[in-house]
Every structure is written in structure tokens, then in C-alpha cells.
Nanobody, 120 residues
């Protein structure tokens, strides 16, 4: 088993920035894709950004141009730099990672979540 531990959430004013980090508990695991999702109160969880191994990052339209995802595959860490934050970005942010497997369904791991609140 592997655990994903997020950090970096908090309270920020509109227009501000935050950087989220997520680290996997075991470096021996290899992940094909790492990413971030978020869930606002009363809404479904949505994918924010993902970065497949060796491929370009993908972003939700709502954050494109403001958020940047990056990963360190050797350290099994993934980061989300969030700039120009808006009140509608307020949500619990979850790190996720898809285990690299040769055959069959790939297990997906989730972190516990970190709260991001954008408010003046």
C-alpha cells in the first residue's frame, strides 16, 4: 500500500497564490499519472490538473493559465502552483496517483485532502 500526503492548503485572499504539495509514502512505487482534483461544498469532485509520465500536463478549463502542475517522478511528488486565485477555487483539494501496471486495471490512490479557501 501507499499513502499520499498533501500539504500547502490554507486561507488566501482573491488574487493570491498557494502551492500544494503531495508526496507518496513509498518511492518504490511507479505512477503513470499524478494529479489533483477538488471538491467544493455541494458539488461533485472534479479533475483540476493531471500530468502523465512523459506527457504534457492537462488542465480543467476553469484553471488553465492560472494553475501549474509539476511532478518529480524520482521522488514520487506532485505539486500544484495556484495563482490568481478566485473565491470559486475554494474547495478541498485531493492528490491522486495512478499506479503503473502492465496488465489489468490500474489502482488509483487518493490523499486525504487539503482545504483551500479563497476569501477576503
Amino acid at each position: 500500500q501507499v499513502q499520499l500526503v498533501e500539504s500547502g492548503g490554507g486561507l488566501v485572499q482573491p488574487g493570491g497564490s498557494l502551492r500544494l504539495s503531495c508526496a507518496a509514502s513509498r518511492r518504490s512505487f511507479s505512477f503513470s499519472t499524478m494529479g489533483w482534483s477538488r471538491q467544493a461544498p455541494g458539488k461533485q469532485r472534479e479533475l483540476v490538473a493531471a500530468v502523465p509520465s512523459g506527457s504534457r500536463a492537462e488542465y480543467a478549463d476553469s484553471v488553465s493559465g492560472r494553475f501549474t502542475i509539476s511532478r518529480d517522478s524520482a521522488e514520487n511528488t506532485v505539486f500544484l502552483q495556484m495563482n490568481s486565485l478566485k473565491p470559486e477555487d475554494t474547495a478541498v483539494y485531493y492528490c491522486n496517483a495512478v499506479l503503473a501496471v502492465a496488465f489489468g486495471p490500474a489502482p488509483v490512490y487518493w490523499g486525504q485532502g487539503t482545504q483551500v479557501t479563497v476569501s477576503s
